[in-house]
């Protein structure tokens, strides 16, 4: 074969085979192929000439959009738990605090009060007074029926004598008692050691009786020195009509409603029926003390007597 002939066939084989490689080289990167453009796009095919491609989501691809970095939950790393809040404790009453003794009744919380005040003197047979002879350091005088309400600090054999801090509330519940249409009379009220042991000596003697003691062991009067008549912070208080104190006062519509309304002038009923076998006293519907407000709102509302409220307070 000649070297000019052979040559030429040489030629013609490199030409064909740098045709196919160009073929190959365009076809893969034709304008259908995914590797042009941004990664989930592709071109318009045979975008006419001078116009500029307009780029399609390719329904192919699998990319999804990337959700905004507020949307993306923190890793587990990156999660911090919210603490948990410690129980708060509760508070250790004192065994020996009024409340406590009082929610072992099954009673509300009493007030809060200091029991060594004049008003919260506990005075009965097993509590005399000290000295027993003791006289209260500021009396006065008040009108019997209610008629006026004047406080006089002179002697007046003719008014009913109370320690002056019960003076004011006592004309108060008297006035209100007079208001509702029913007579009230002051029948007594402050007692001196000598008369109350006067007292005493009387109905022992009319009574057969040497401690002042029923046949049930209540008392139906008090010795000098046990009586609180002698603090001046209680009355004996009847309707005008029915001066005698005995069991039929309870009946009366001034004695009950004097029952009903005392506390609100700071009075509780002192001897109830219900309650003989701890004041060891008998029932006197006519009795009525002063203890304050508070207190007495406490006492009547929950059916106590003076020894029960004060045994809150370790008064016994």
């Keep these: 074969m000649r070297p000019k002939l052979f040559g030429r066939i040489l030629l013609a084989i490199f030409a064909l085979a740098l045709l196919v490689v160009y073929s190959y080289y365009h076809f893969s990167i034709s304008a259908f192929s995914e590797d042009l453009g941004a990664p989930g796009e592709t071109y318009e095919p045979w975008t006419a000439v001078g116009q500029t491609a307009k780029p399609i989501l390719n329904p192919r691809s699998s990319a999804k959009p990337t959700p905004q970095a507020a949307d993306q939950p923190a890793s587990e790393a990156e999660a911090t738990p919210e603490p948990t809040p410690e129980p708060t404790p509760e508070p250790t009453l004192d065994p020996n605090s009024p409340e406590a003794k009082a929610l072992a009744l099954g009673l509300p919380k009493p007030p809060e009060i200091d029991v060594s005040l004049p008003q919260y003197v506990l005075v009965n047979g097993d509590h005399p007074l000290d000295p027993v002879d003791y006289e209260p350091a500021n009396l006065v005088y ?87 008549h002698q603090t001046g912070l209680c009355c004996d208080i009847t309707d005008y009509y029915h001066e005698i104190k005995n069991d039929s006062l309870a009946d009366l519509p001034t004695v009950k409603w004097l029952a009903e309304h005392c506390a609100e002038y700071g009075f509780i009923l002192r001897f109830p029926q219900d309650k003989r076998d701890i004041t060891h006293v008998m029932a006197e519907s006519w009795h009525f003390r002063y203890v304050g407000q508070e207190a007495a709102t406490y006492i009547m509302e929950n059916n106590l007597c003076l020894e029960e409220f004060l045994a809150l307070y370790g008064v016994e």
């Design 142 to 228: 008040l009108n019997m029926v209610g008629d006026d309400t004047e406080i006089r600090t002179g002697y007046d054999g003719n008014r009913q004598v109370v320690d002056e801090m019960i003076a004011q509330p006592l004309i108060d519940m008297t006035q209100a008692c007079k208001a509702a249409g029913l007579p009230v009379f002051l029948s007594s009220g402050y007692r001196s050691y000598y008369i109350q042991q006067q007292n005493f000596q009387r109905v022992c003697a009319n009574n057969g009786i040497s401690d002042g003691k029923n046949a049930e062991g209540h008392y139906i009067t008090m010795p000098g020195g046990c009586s609180e």
